[in-house]
């Protein structure tokens, strides 16, 4: 999974006409800070969260980006 996550990526597509946001959501792995995990794709309406994209359908979402390919 590879979704933008530079900042400057984000704050492009939040102020593109026709383009959403989307960055990577990580989930913390137990009780220590530093232990984390990517799994899944943080989805934006404007500058306001509004979903996931999880397993086939961040895979879906990043071939369609163009940002990895289906093998």
Do not use: W
């Amino acid at each position: 999974m590879a979704p933008p996550t530079l900042l400057r990526d984000v704050l492009l597509s939040s102020s593109s006409i026709g383009s959403q946001p989307i960055t990577a959501a990580f989930t913390m792995k137990g009780s220590n800070p530093s232990h984390f995990a990517l799994n899944a794709i943080a989805l934006f309406r404007g500058d306001k969260l509004v979903g996931y994209a999880e397993g086939n359908s961040a895979i879906m979402l990043n071939s369609l980006l163009g940002k990895s390919r289906l093998v």
